[in-house]
C-alpha cells in the first residue's frame, strides 16, 4: 500500500473514531469546535478524514473528548489488523 494511500485511510480511521466518540458524548461538531476554538467545518473534515489533523490538535481534541490516545491506538490496530 502507497503512502499516500495509507495516510489516507488512517486519517478516515481517526475520523470514524473521534465521530463515535463525539456522537456517544452527545455532542454536536459545533460543540466541539467551540472547545477548542476552531470551525465545525476543520471538525466535519477531521471526521471525514479529508484533512490531516496535526498530533498536537488530535492530542487536545482527545484530551477535550476525556479520550485517552491509546483507546484510539487500540482502535486503529484492530482496524488494520482485519
Known amino acids: 500500500m502507497g503512502h499516500i494511500r495509507l495516510e489516507k485511510k488512517v486519517n478516515k480511521k481517526i475520523g470514524i473514531f473521534l465521530r463515535k466518540i463525539r456522537t456517544e458524548q ?38 477535550a473528548l476525556n479520550v485517552n490516545i491509546h483507546s484510539l491506538f487500540h482502535y486503529l490496530i484492530d482496524e488494520f489488523d482485519e
Open 26 to 63: 452527545g455532542l454536536t461538531g459545533t460543540d466541539v469546535a467551540n472547545i477548542l476554538h476552531i470551525s465545525q467545518q476543520q471538525i466535519s473534515r477531521y471526521e471525514r478524514g479529508i484533512s490531516n489533523i496535526s498530533l498536537g490538535m488530535l492530542f487536545y481534541l482527545l484530551t
